[in-house]
């Protein structure tokens, strides 16, 4: 104990005058605030007995102090920050969807410049709202002014302004359905100039409306791709895959794996190919792994596996694998984020996120990447201003990744149950990524789920259709929208081509039955629905319509009330609320007319109150 009292004094004695002079500083401020304090004090002592309200306004100006200081902490603290994602006044307005107000700002811009960008930039507004004979015709306008600037001035002198201004042009004449318009201009652009990947990406999406499958493969081997580059090779994997060359996309996507793994581009690559063809990618991927056990392939398996609710076991099994194997990356964190969200294990997925953004942020805190991440995090914990505010900055960070025009912010949106500002993020995501099917098929579902805009949802499940003929759920989706607004005859052509290629489903078959019924066409119909019966005897609907046709058509009262009874008796417990509604009032109805048969078989029936379900 002496031996540590003797290396404390010789460790304090030389530190003894600096310890003296810091508390004799202390002292000398503590005494300088007492006395301050005591003058104030006396003065506010002599006030208060001069005048009574001296201490009651003290009291409450104090007080009001207070609470400013914390209003101000508080909203420091929780207030979003703001971010502006471009400073053209024009744009802004079209974002927010001021549109007419937009067009003026633009043709104030365009009157101080003789090149015609500005233009093309109305001739796009003027597309976006259906105004597709004006878009035209100021496009032909910009045409013309556009080649004799060039002849005039040179090519050189407006090269960079030239490739924005032609896939401007590109891209709405393709809005406009104007296919063959933009294949011969964008053809000799490429001929006259040569070719730029944005080009080829909007020619391509035209060759595939077009089915000029020959130059659509032309376009890929030809195309510029960047071998170092993750997201070029992720985009001409996509290509190839919409081709139906599979094993050459998926290996464009493993070299893309190869080459950075973190690249988003390359999962956004499979969620577009899932929409396409789920089933034919998860075989295809599958296939792969069994033969080579590769570390990519697995993990784009498993990424494949984490979309559906139903694989979701899977995509988890395989990331353990991956990770038992020393694979960890922003890739498998985003796997499993969104496996284990689909299983509902929320805390699981909150981990994987927050460990994404952890490695974004190590890698680089201020890529499109972090921003990225720490927005769908944002997302997850309900905190939704704050995700947008990282969403624009991922905008910023890289305005050339499409997804989160065309995914995130809008989903963001539609979650604040903002659905007006939502239609410029789609467009803008379409115009860099022109083929993206999922993409096209988001577009559609907004304008007819949320938007209630017919004739623009119906533009783009058209498309969709151009792109994949083949595609029985795109039929299915083009004649329910068609059934809903009672547009029955137009329904028939598209529920023909979707019995062509899905002779299986009884769905099809009895729509298509019950359209001919509600049109008179009495043979036909029952045929259909009897068939689709036959095929289902658990559809209720195909009961409910045969007991309508033999109450109305054949006057069958007994035989029609026994179809409807099954029907209601049997109704699926997953069936949509408002077709159980529709059964159930029929069966009261039928019930009530069956009653009165078993009273008079003889006399005449009003049977028009028994409705067709469809």
Known sequence: MKETKSLFSAILKPLKPFIEKVSGGFMS??????????????????????????????????????????????????????????????????????????????????????????????ADIYSLKGEAKKS???????????DKIIKEEGYAKYKEKDIEL?????????SNGEYDEAITFGEKYISDYGSNKDTLNILFQAYLV??????????????????????????????????DRWDKGLELLKSAMEIDKNELKIYDVINNIYVYDG?????????????????????????????????????????????????????????????????????????YISEAVKNAKAWNKESYTTYYLLSLKSEYNNKLEEALTYAKKALLADSKYSNTYGSLIPRLQIEMGKFEPIEVYYRTALQKDPF????????????????????????????????????????KKIFDFKIKNEKYDEA?????????????????????GTIHLNNSNFDEGIELVRKAYS??????????????????????????????KSAYEDMPVSLDESIKEKLISNYNKAKKLYDEFLEDETKDFDTASINLIF
């Not at 081997?221 to 290509?239: C, E, F, H, Q, W």
């Not at 009961?543 to 035989?559: F, P, S, T």
């Open 29 to 122: 401020f503590f005494r300088f605030i007492k006395r301050a304090c005591n003058k104030v004090a006396t003065k506010y002592k002599k006030a208060n007995e001069k005048n009574k309200y001296t201490e009651p306004i003290v009291i409450i100006g104090t007080s009001c102090l207070l609470i400013l200081f914390m209003v101000l902490v508080i909203r420091g603290a929780t207030t979003i920050e703001q971010v502006e994602i471009t400073n053209n006044t024009a744009e802004i307005l079209a974002y927010e969807n001021k549109y007419d107000e937009a067009i003026e700002e633009y043709k104030v811009l365009q009157s101080k410049e003789a090149w015609p960008i500005w233009n093309a930039k109305v």
């Open 492 to 512: 028939i052509p598209y529920l023909e081509e979707a019995i062509k290629l899905d002779e299986n489903n009884s769905d099809y078959y009895r729509i298509l």
């Open 136 to 146: 035209n015709s100021l496009l032909k306008e910009i045409i013309v002014i556009r």
């Open 166 to 174: 032609t896939n401007s042009m590109l891209f709405t004449f393709v």
């Open 279 to 351: 089933e034919k990618l998860t075989k295809k991927l599958e296939e792969k792994v069994n033969d080579t056990e590769d570390n990519a392939y697995k993990t784009l398996l498993a990424k494949t596996y984490a979309i559906s609710k139903s694989t979701s076991e899977k995509a988890v099994e395989l990331t353990k694998e991956l990770e038992e194997d020393g694979i960890v990356n922003i890739g498998v964190d985003l796997v499993n984020f969104e496996a284990y969200n689909n299983l509902g294990e929320k805390a699981e997925a909150e981990n």
């Open 535 to 564: 095929m289902n005897e658990k559809d209720s609907i195909a009961l409910n319509n045969a007991g309508w046709y033999y109450m109305n058509v054949e006057n069958d009262i007994a035989r029609g009330f026994d179809n409807i």
């Open 210 to 243: 077009k089915g000029y499958t020959y130059k659509a493969e032309e376009l890929i081997d030809k195309y510029p791709l960047d071998d170092k580059s993750a997201y070029d090779t992720a985009v001409v994997a996509n290509m190839n895959i919409m081709l």
């Open 436 to 475: 993206n099917y999922k993409l096209i098929m988001s577009i559609a579902d907004y304008y007819t789920n949320y938007q209630l805009n017919n004739d623009k949802g119906m533009k783009y499940y058209e498309l969709l259709l151009e792109i994949k003929k083949e595609d029985s759920s795109l039929y």
